[in-house]
């Protein structure tokens, strides 16, 4: 079975500067996807990056990029230019290529604080 | 487009009885999958519903069931509630059923609380 592992349970980054959280997880597939999810306070679930195991290429989107290690099993979410919106409680999640249809594993998550 | 819409938001019941919760995907999705999340065990996978059939499911007692509409619409029910089953229920919907490009868009959940 796959397993999803976030051993930061709490980050804090000061606004403007750079967090990188990490997540490391366990599969025996040689193709999967990775995502991180956002869940705010009080507010729903969002996507914020996706990677596809079988893409060499570090996936992006605007302030957020993953450094994605296939070998090592690891898959860490760079936040660089730290808002106080992206306060929020991260997931890791990993999906199955073939057999889990749409099923999330995720991580226990890491609850990231902005300072000003 | 709206987004996944999940009824009631809250809801409180008593230990014994039933709960029935629903979702509505996102338009033009056809999947729809539940989680329940609690802080003692973190998000964990329920089932998942396409084309009105569970592929899917996690490892949950029979208490938890659940369906799918020929609209898409999903219902969970939850049978002889317990304690343990206070927990934030969430619902995911995509287009297809694990296609290359699909991504899960989440509900706001519903908060269910057993006393």
């Known amino acids: 079975a796959q397993t999803v592992t976030q051993s930061q349970p709490e980050m804090s980054v000061q606004e403007a500067e750079t967090v990188t959280l990490s997540c490391t997880y366990d599969t025996s597939e040689s193709d999967y996807y990775l995502f991180w999810y956002k869940q705010p306070p009080s507010r729903q679930m969002i996507l914020v990056i996706r990677?596809?195991?079988?893409?060499?290429q570090n996936a992006t989107e605007n302030r957020f990029s993953v450094n994605f290690q296939k070998a090592a099993k690891s898959f860490s979410l760079k936040i660089s230019d730290s808002q106080l919106g992206d306060a929020a409680m991260y997931f890791c999640a990993y999906r199955a290529i073939t057999g889990g249809g749409n099923k999330l594993t995720f991580g226990t998550g890491t609850q990231l604080k902005v300072e000003l | 487009k709206a987004g996944v819409t999940q009824t009631p938001r809250y809801l409180i019941k008593t230990r014994g009885q039933q709960v029935t919760l629903s979702c509505s995907p996102i338009s033009g999705h056809r999947s729809v999958s539940w989680y329940q999340q609690t802080p003692g065990q973190g998000l964990q996978f329920l089932f998942e519903y396409f084309s009105e059939t569970q592929r899917n499911k996690g490892n949950f007692p029979g208490r938890f069931s659940g369906r799918q509409f020929s609209n898409s619409r999903s219902e969970m029910n939850v049978s002889t509630l317990e304690l343990g089953d206070s927990a934030l229920y969430l619902c995911?919907?995509?287009?297809?059923?694990?296609?290359?490009?699909?991504?899960?868009?989440f509900g706001p959940g519903t908060r269910l609380t057993v006393l």
């Open positions: 995911a919907s995509s287009l297809s059923l694990a296609g290359e490009s699909d991504t899960q868009y």
């Open positions: 990677q596809e195991a079988y893409k060499q």
